[in-house]
């Protein structure tokens, strides 16, 4: 153990110099003891989702879902190590709208198996995996809304199929490649990772995704915590950063001009994990899209803000509103 923190260590120092993303995700993994040990968890958010909890057969892994609320179907997809829950503080309030929510775990995530060998975690194949459950659930068109990588997700279906997606959210979606996240496709990270995470590291990990750690709940730490005692969950992360911005994902962000869906940009002000100056960049690159900051937050703007962001979401995906009529200023949260 000794020698595995010392190597972390090295792998710290190394990637010192990178940017903020890359030291949140070695913050994730490699901050820690040796085990993951988790306690009930959010008993509130188990209750909710338990009788929505789906599995659909992907030929070869079982993908996971939620599906509830009826009305308009909205596909909610998360992103980097995460899961279902990540939707945990928006979840009623669009369902009271009157929307049918549809929450994916992303293959290799969450509850969701493992897909076979070869498969690549690529943003494309990720995205065909959503698309196929959609397929299967007979949803010919459906708004999107995608956090992180899901955000990218979110693009890249809107981009390959225009006519499927009625309206997207993004949410500080990684849009563009972030400096430094391949750090953890270094060989043998994922072992170290394996070895070195617990539930303390997540806990460091999750409260560097908010601007007020002190929002963070025990609760939400189980939550996040739980998929880590899967095995070979870290090689899925592992898998992912060195997959995911694939050469699809370099050729979609030089089309951005060419999507006409309706996107609405949600973005942290304090987000280190991929920078806002992203998503004014995306606003500009996008034919329809307004791009709303949700101060004093970080990376999970839905989470750490959910009252003004909830209005967001269920004015533009409940009610239709057009987009330069949605609201502009929060009521920001005291740090």
Not at 67 to 90: E, K
Not at 309 to 314: A, P
Request: proline fraction near 6%; charged fraction near 20%.
């Amino acid at each position: 153990m000794i020698i595995l923190a010392g190597q972390a260590m090295g792998l710290f120092r190394r990637w010192r110099a990178c940017s903020r993303c890359c030291l949140a995700l070695l913050t994730v993994l490699l901050i820690g003891g040796c085990n993951v040990t988790i306690g009930q968890g959010d008993l509130q958010w188990q209750k909710l989702t338990a009788p929505h909890s789906r599995f659909m057969d992907m030929d070869g892994y079982k993908l996971h879902y939620l599906d509830l609320g009826q009305g308009r179907p909205v596909v909610m997809i998360h992103g980097f190590a995460d899961s279902t829950y990540c939707w945990h503080a928006n979840v009623e309030a669009l369902s009271k709208a009157g929307l049918r929510l549809i929450l994916v775990d992303q293959p290799g995530l969450g509850k969701s198996g493992v897909p076979p060998a070869p498969y690549k975690f690529s943003l494309e194949n990720q995205a065909a995996a959503i698309l196929k459950l959609c397929d299967r659930l007979g949803l010919k068109r459906f708004s999107l809304v995608g956090s992180s990588m899901g955000g990218g997700i979110a693009l890249y279906l809107a981009w390959r199929h225009p006519g499927r997606v009625e309206r997207m959210a993004l949410l500080d979606p990684a849009c563009y490649e972030p400096p430094g996240i391949r750090w953890l496709s270094l060989p043998g990270a994922g072992y170290v990772a394996s070895v070195l995470g617990s539930r303390r590291s997540i806990a460091r990990g999750l409260k560097s995704t908010y601007h007020n750690d002190k929002l963070v709940t025990e609760a939400a730490i189980d939550e996040y915590a739980r998929p880590a005692l899967r095995p070979g969950y870290f090689n899925v992360l592992h898998a992912i950063s060195g997959q995911y911005f694939s050469e699809q994902f370099q050729e979609m962000t030089k089309a951005y001009g060419q999507i006409k869906t309706p996107a609405l940009i949600i973005w942290g002000q304090y987000d280190t994990w991929i920078p806002p100056e992203y998503g004014s960049k995306l606003h500009k690159a996008l034919t329809s899209s307004e791009l709303r900051v949700v101060q004093n937050t970080g990376h999970l703007p839905h989470q750490e803000n959910p009252g003004f962001v909830n209005r967001l979401l269920v004015a533009f995906l409940g009610h239709g509103k057009l987009l330069a009529s949605l609201p502009k200023d929060a009521q920001v949260r005291p740090d």
